[in-house]
């Protein structure tokens, strides 16, 4: 069992910035990688970026590649998404995910997070 709380999620102009940041805990020796998704209403939920705990692997949906970056630190068992450049079709709840193997975009992830709401105004 493994517990993920997202933090960071607010309002934020257009061109803006914002740090989302996921703690893991629990069982979080069987997470291999992290995973972000977002969905905006009336959209399916969709894969934003990825991470891999131990070669520090990423992978990234072309909708945020140059404007995001995911990161981890281990030792706190803490994954970020640093948002840059922010686009009003940015809007959408935002999810931490965890998984005990490499998922990439795909979505059987393993374990999830409550959600973070993260809106950008025009």
């Known amino acids: 069992q493994v517990q993920l709380v997202e933090s960071g999620g607010g309002l934020v102009q257009a061109g803006g910035s914002l740090r989302l940041s996921c703690a893991a805990s629990g069982r979080t020796f069987s997470v291999y990688a992290m995973g972000w998704f977002r969905q905006a209403p009336g959209k399916e939920r969709e894969f934003v970026a990825a991470?891999?705990?131990?070669?520090?692997?990423?992978l990234y949906t072309d909708a945020v590649k140059g404007r995001f970056t995911i990161s981890r630190d281990n030792a706190k068992n803490t994954v970020y998404l640093q948002m840059n450049s922010l686009k009003p079709e940015d809007t959408a709840v935002y999810y931490c995910?965890?998984?005990?193997?490499?998922?990439?975009?795909?979505?059987?992830?393993?374990?999830w997070g409550q959600g973070t709401q993260v809106t950008v105004s025009s």
């Open positions: 995910a965890a998984a005990s193997g490499w998922r990439g975009s795909g979505s059987s992830y393993d374990y």
């Open positions: 991470i891999s705990w131990r070669g520090a692997r990423t």
